[in-house]
């Protein structure tokens, strides 16, 4: 099972990718990780890159396109699930072509709905694990006192330079006009489902599960 997750910045994208990992041993493929990991890298495309995704603008289609075409590969092992790709039309034409050349079915794109208010609100407030991922939330699940995360003892919490106000308000701007219109493109397509994604994280995951088994059958 191929599958797609849209959702406007602070969805839940990551957090639902992460639970398919681990129920269904999919392999995510995050643009957004793979990008900060090239900036982490000091590489020639993190030094282009910093800036424009800390303003919370889209890297230029070549290179996510990019990304994506090397690491796909004839028959993977596993179900595919792209995080965060495509995010402009250009780019799902580029997917259909890379996907076909693999020969791989793209087999649901989930639409995870959240309203803006309670996104600038989940995103002012999250850090993250470096070493485990894990996500916090200053009010809901804060970082322990001492500093260090609950799941894996590393002392390695950060924010995302690109999770301030300025820029999440940028982002959803680039959502709307950019990224939005893959929901029309993919219904015409027959695969989009739409998943309430103020649900809590158990139950959005229930109803993505639910998608799957109904387009499995
Ligand atoms: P994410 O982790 O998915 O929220 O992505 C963080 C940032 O990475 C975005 O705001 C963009 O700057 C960049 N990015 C991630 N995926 C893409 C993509 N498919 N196309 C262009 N830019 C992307």
Known sequence: MNIILIGSPGCGKGTQAKRLVARHSMIQLSTGDMLREAIES????????????????????????????????KNPKAGLIFDGF?????????????????????????????DDNTLIKRIVTRSSCTDCSKLYNDISDPVPADGKCA????????????????????????????????????????????VDGLASVEDVEKAINHILLAVDE
């Open 42 to 73: 000091g590489s020639g495309i993190g030094k282009k890159i910093k800036d424009i995704m800390t303003a919370g603008h889209l890297v230029t289609d070549d290179i996510v396109i990019k990304l994506i075409d090397e690491k796909l590969i």
């Open 86 to 114: 495509p995010r402009t039309l250009n780019q799902a034409d580029a997917l259909k072509k890379i996907l076909k050349k693999n020969s791989i079915k793209l087999d649901a794109v989930i639409v995870i709905e959240v």
């Open 151 to 194: 799941h894996c003892g590393s002392d390695k919490i950060v924010r995302r330079a690109d999770d301030n106000e300025k820029s999440i308000k940028e982002r959803l701007v680039v959502y709307y006009k950019q990224t939005s219109p893959l929901i029309g493109y993919y219904h015409a397509h027959g695969l989009a489902h739409m």
